[in-house]
């Protein structure tokens, strides 16, 4: 049974730092790309990060880049974000995805397979 868990989310102020971390089980991670979306409330939920399966293949949305970095460790089987100079714009509740590589642009939610049961991320101005 896959399993993915997000925890790190909380209350910050504007321009605070949070990390979210997302631990995977019941799947060969290394063969996973791991994302990271979000979705704000009352809106859709939007593509984030995203790492694929080679060093440095790391995909960014407009809005964080620059201020967001996502890593993952594959012996620990977790996957990172790394949130800078947050803004209230980027309060949402986040998601770590999982999904086997594709040719599907790697921004798109349906072609990840597995989802967390994401954490809220809050932040005040």
């Known amino acids: 049974q896959v399993q993915l868990v997000e925890s790190g989310g909380g209350l910050v102020q504007a321009g605070g730092s949070l990390r979210l971390s997302c631990a995977a089980s019941?799947?060969?991670?290394?063969?996973?790309?791991m994302g990271w979306f979000r979705q704000p409330p009352g809106k859709e939920r939007d593509f984030v990060a995203a790492?694929?399966?080679?060093?440095?293949?790391?995909y960014y949305a407009g809005s964080v880049k620059g201020r967001f970095t996502i890593s993952r460790d594959n012996a620990k089987n977790t996957v990172y974000l790394q949130m800078n100079g947050l803004k209230p714009e980027d309060t949402a509740v986040y998601y770590c995805?999982?999904?086997?590589?594709?040719?599907?642009?790697?921004?798109?939610?349906?072609?990840?397979?597995?989802w967390g049961q994401g954490t809220q991320v809050t932040v005040s101005s």
């Open positions: 995805a999982a999904r086997r590589p594709s040719s599907t642009s790697i921004s798109s939610s349906g072609s990840y397979a597995y």
């Open positions: 019941g799947l060969p991670f290394n063969s996973y790309t």
């Open positions: 790492f694929g399966l080679s060093l440095g293949s790391t």
